[in-house]
C-alpha cells in the first residue's frame, strides 16, 4: 500500500501549510527555506518546492535576507566571547 503525501501547490500555499510557514518564520526569523522544506515535511507530512516557499512567504509580505559566512562566523565569535565574560564573572 502506498502512502499519499500531500504536495503544496501555490493553491495549498494559502491554506494552514502556508499559516504554518509563516509561524515557523516568525518563531525563528533566520530559518533557512531548506529547514523550513524540512520542518513542512517532518510536522504536516507535506511536500514543498523551495520556490513555492519562498513564493508563499513572499505574497505574506516577508522579505529575503540573506546571511553570508563571515556574519554568521561573527555572531558564532561574537557568542562565545560573550560567554567567556558571562563565566568570568558569574
Known amino acids: 500500500a502506498s502512502v499519499s503525501i500531500p504536495i503544496l501547490s501555490t493553491q495549498h500555499a494559502e491554506s494552514h501549510f502556508a499559516q504554518f510557514l509563516e509561524a515557523c518564520v516568525e518563531r525563528q526569523p533566520d530559518i533557512l ?22 513564493r508563499t512567504l513572499r505574497r505574506r509580505g516577508f522579505t529575503r535576507k540573506q546571511i553570508t559566512r563571515p556574519a554568521i562566523e561573527r555572531d558564532e565569535d561574537d557568542r562565545a566571547a560573550f560567554k567567556m565574560l558571562i563565566g568570568e564573572h558569574f
Open 33 to 54: 527555506l531548506k529547514e523550513l522544506q524540512d520542518q513542512l515535511r517532518e510536522v504536516c507530512g507535506a511536500e514543498g518546492s523551495i520556490s513555492t516557499i519562498w
